[in-house]
C-alpha cells in the first residue's frame, strides 16, 4: 500500500470520530462526561465493549502467537466466560445497589480511606501501563505503514495518536465513548473478516468445511495443553483467564465506567451475557486467521518478519491487495483507538472522584475546568509511557498485557475478594503496604518456582497467587470486629 492511500483512509475515518463527538457533545451537563447521563442502550455497549477488550493487542499480536503457542490462547479464552458470569452475578449488583460512579468508592465503605486510596491506584497503575502498550504496538504499524514514508519520528507520530484521542473524548467523555467504540468495533471485525476470507481465497479453500478441515489438520491449531509444568496448561491457562476477566473487566473503572452507563441493572446484565457470548466466537476467529497467515506465508514462500506480532501487519500491507490493505489499516486504527479513549476517560474519572473528590470539593463550574486538566495531563503520561516500552521491550505484547495485569491487579483481586466473601474489618492504614508486598513476594516465587516447586513454571496465573497473597496479607491484618459497612 502507498502511504498516501492509507493517509486518505485515517482521515476519512477520524471525519467519522469527529463527527460522532460533534453529536455527542451536545448539550451536556457536568456528569456526562463520567456516567453518560446513564441512558446508553446495553446493545451499543455490549458491542463496543468487544473492540475495546480485544484492542490492537488481541487484533495484531494474537494471530502471530499462533506460531508459538498453537490455540492454547483459546485456553485463556474458556475462563473467560467464568469470569464474565462472576461479573455480571456478583459485581454488577453491587455496583448498581451502592449507584457508584467509580467503583472503587465500595473499598471506602468497606474497609476505609487507604484501601479506598490503595485501590484506586492500582488501577490507575495498571490501566495507564496496560493501555500504553496496546496503543505502543498499534502506533508501532501505523509508523510502519504510515509515518515512516512521510520521515516522521516515532514521538511525533505517537504524539498525533494521542492528541487525536484526547481531541474526540475532551468534552462527552463516555458518552462519547460508547458511541466511538461501536464504530470501531465493527470496523476491527470487518477487517478480521475480510482477511480470513481473501486469504483463505488464495488458498484455494472453499467453503465453511473446507476452512474447518484446513484449519483442524494444522498442528497449530492444537487447543489443549495438559502438561502441567507448562506455562500453557489448561487449568493454568482456563483459571488464569477467568480471574483475569474478573480484574480486567470486573474490578476496573474503564470497563466498568461503560456499565455502568446503562439504564438499569437488568440492562446491563443482558449487555454482559451477549458481550461473552460474541467475544468467544470473534477469538477463535482471530485464532484461525493466525493458521491461515502462516500458511499463506508457507505456501508462498514468504521469509517470516523476526517478531511475531509483525506478522499481520507485514502481510497484510505487502502481500495483499489493496482492498485487504485498505480494511486492515481501517481495523488496526480502530484498534488503536478502541481501548485508548474509554481509558483515557477512565482514568480521568478515577482520578477525579477517588483522589481530588470533585463533586465534594469543588463547585459545578470549577469542576469542568479541573476534568479538562486531568484528561489533558493523562493523555501526556501515556505518551512517555508508550515511548518508555518502545526502549525496554523484547516480548509479545500479549504477553507483557498479561504479565503487567498479573501484577498490578492482583491487590485488588485480593481486596474485593476479601470485602465480598469475608465480614472481617482490616487495619486499613496496612492496606498499602501489603498491596506492594503481595506482588513483590509473588514475583520473587515466580522467578524461583521452577527450584522450589519441581519444575513448576508460572504462566498467566501468577494473577492467581498474587491476589491469594494479598488475601493472606489482609487475613492476618484483619480486626477481632466482624461488623461490616455495607
Request: charged letters at 15%.
Amino acid at each position: 500500500m502507498d502511504s498516501t492511500s492509507v493517509l486518505i483512509v485515517i482521515t476519512a475515518y477520524f471525519f467519522l470520530l469527529f463527527l460522532i463527538s460533534w453529536f455527542t457533545s451536545r448539550k451536556v451537563t457536568a456528569d456526562t462526561f463520567f456516567t453518560g447521563d446513564r441512558q446508553s442502550p446495553w446493545f451499543l455497549v455490549a458491542f463496543g465493549m468487544i473492540g475495546a477488550s480485544l484492542s490492537g493487542v488481541t487484533f495484531i499480536s494474537v494471530p502471530g502467537e499462533v506460531g508459538n503457542t498453537n490455540f492454547y490462547y483459546f485456553q485463556v479464552v474458556l475462563g473467560y466466560t467464568l469470569g464474565y458470569a462472576v461479573i455480571a452475578l456478583v459485581l454488577l449488583p453491587l455496583y448498581y445497589k451502592l449507584n457508584l460512579v467509580s467503583i472503587y468508592a465500595y473499598l471506602e465503605q468497606r474497609f476505609g480511606f487507604w484501601s479506598y486510596k490503595t485501590g484506586a491506584f492500582f488501577f490507575i497503575l495498571s490501566r495507564t501501563l496496560g493501555s500504553s502498550i496496546r496503543v505502543f504496538l498499534v502506533a508501532g504499524v501505523l509508523q510502519l505503514i504510515l509515518f515512516d514514508n512521510w520521515g516522521i519520528p516515532f514521538w511525533v507520530s505517537v504524539l498525533i495518536t494521542v492528541g487525536l484521542i484526547w481531541l474526540y473524548t475532551h468534552k462527552g467523555g463516555i458518552k462519547t465513548v460508547v458511541w466511538t467504540d461501536t464504530l470501531q468495533t465493527f470496523f476491527m471485525l470487518a477487517a478480521i473478516g475480510v482477511s480470513i476470507y481473501l486469504v483463505a481465497k488464495d488458498l484455494n479453500i472453499s467453503g465453511l468445511g473446507d476452512l474447518v478441515d484446513r484449519v483442524g489438520t494444522d498442528r497449530r491449531s492444537e487447543i489443549f495443553n495438559w502438561d502441567w509444568q507448562a506455562g500453557t496448561n489448561f487449568f493454568k491457562q482456563f483459571l488464569a483467564g477467568a480471574f483475569i476477566t474478573i480484574v480486567m473487566t470486573g474490578l476496573d473503572q474503564d470497563m466498568m465506567q461503560k456499565n455502568l452507563t446503562c439504564r438499569n441493572l437488568g440492562d446491563a446484565q443482558k449487555n454482559m451475557f451477549w458481550f461473552t457470548i460474541i467475544l468467544v466466537f470473534v477469538n477463535l476467529m482471530i485464532l484461525v486467521l493466525g493458521v491461515l497467515l502462516y500458511l499463506y506465508t508457507e505456501t508462498n514462500g514468504i521469509e517470516m518478519p523476526l517478531r511475531s506480532d509483525d506478522l499481520y501487519p507485514f502481510l497484510a500491507t505487502q502481500h495483499f491487495t489493496a482492498f485487504a490493505g485498505i480494511i486492515f489499516v481501517l481495523g488496526i486504527t480502530a484498534a488503536a483507538y478502541s481501548s485508548a479513549d474509554s481509558t483515557l476517560t477512565a482514568l480521568t474519572t478515577s482520578f477525579c472522584y477517588d483522589f481530588l473528590e470533585i463533586e465534594k470539593n469543588y463547585e459545578k463550574e470549577k469542576q469542568y475546568t479541573i476534568r479538562k486538566k486531568v484528561h489533558l495531563a493523562f493523555t501526556g503520561l501515556m505518551f512517555l509511557v508508550i515511548l518508555i516500552f518502545r526502549w525496554i521491550n523484547d516480548q509479545s505484547v500479549i504477553n507483557a498485557v498479561f504479565t503487567i495485569a498479573g501484577y498490578t491487579y492482583g491487590p485488588l483481586l485480593g481486596l474485593y475478594a476479601f470485602g465480598l466473601f469475608t465480614k472481617w474489618q482490616v487495619n486499613d492504614k496496612m492496606v498499602p503496604y501489603l498491596a506492594v508486598a503481595a506482588p513483590s513476594l509473588a514475583f520473587i516465587i515466580s522467578m524461583n518456582s521452577e527450584a522450589w516447586l519441581a519444575g513448576y513454571k508460572f504462566g498467566f496465573e501468577i494473577l492467581i497467587l498474587n491476589g491469594l497473597l494479598m488475601f493472606a496479607g489482609l487475613m492476618a491484618a484483619r480486626k477481632k470486629s466482624k461488623k461490616v459497612k455495607v
